[in-house]
């Protein structure tokens, strides 16, 4: 593993990495994948779900790292599915979700990021509202092609500028503008 990484994203999913990594270049960031699975807890609470992640994270790699956890919350479904959005991305898929969601469409998505090094442990959340479209459009990954962000007419899956405006872009920007105070 290289030794020249600021600091470490831990997670299985290559694609959240890769848009974490080429956010935070924007900032002067080098961040290094750390490749692994995480246990998930069950929690209603993103946050402690990230938190719990970010400690395992750390005892493994033992260096600065970040973890991010998210959730996708749709208002006339109570919040469902949220924090259990992984899991329903895996049984009813983006197909399933269009499917329950009839007339009220409007949507959140959370990200945390969770950060831990020797010293400390920080988590910052942000969110972005949307709703959900009435089909399936564009091809990426997750729900990027059944969410479109408000002020836009596009899925996330369609927008070139997903990154500029994203729940994940939003709580890094946060996240490095306290990591560089630091
Ligand atoms: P988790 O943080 O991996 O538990 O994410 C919850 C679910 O949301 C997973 O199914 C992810 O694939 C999905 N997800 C998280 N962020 C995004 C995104 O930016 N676009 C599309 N799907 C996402």
Not at 66 to 77: R, Y
């Amino acid at each position: 593993m290289p030794q020249s990484f600021d600091l470490f994203f831990a997670s299985s999913n290559q694609h959240k990495f890769s848009e974490a990594k080429k956010i935070l270049d924007e900032f002067g960031i080098n961040l290094g994948f750390f490749k692994c699975n995480l246990e998930e807890i069950q929690s209603d609470s993103l946050k402690e779900i990230a938190k719990h992640k970010a400690t395992q994270a750390f005892d493994k790699l033992r260096k600065p790292v970040i973890v991010e956890d998210d959730g996708l919350f749709i208002e006339s479904l109570n919040g469902f599915p949220g924090p259990y959005s992984s899991y329903v991305f895996k049984t009813i898929g983006n197909k399933g979700i269009i499917n329950l969601v009839k007339q009220k469409r409007k949507a959140k998505f959370v990200s945390i990021i969770s950060y831990h090094d020797k010293y400390s442990q920080i988590s910052f959340e942000s969110k972005v509202n949307g709703m959900i479209s009435k089909k399936i459009s564009g091809k990426d990954w997750g729900y990027d092609p059944i969410f479109i962000p408000s002020k836009f007419k596009k899925t996330f899956a369609q927008l070139e500028n997903k990154n500029e405006i994203s729940h994940r872009f939003k709580a890094l920007k946060k996240f490095a503008n306290w990591y560089l105070d630091n």
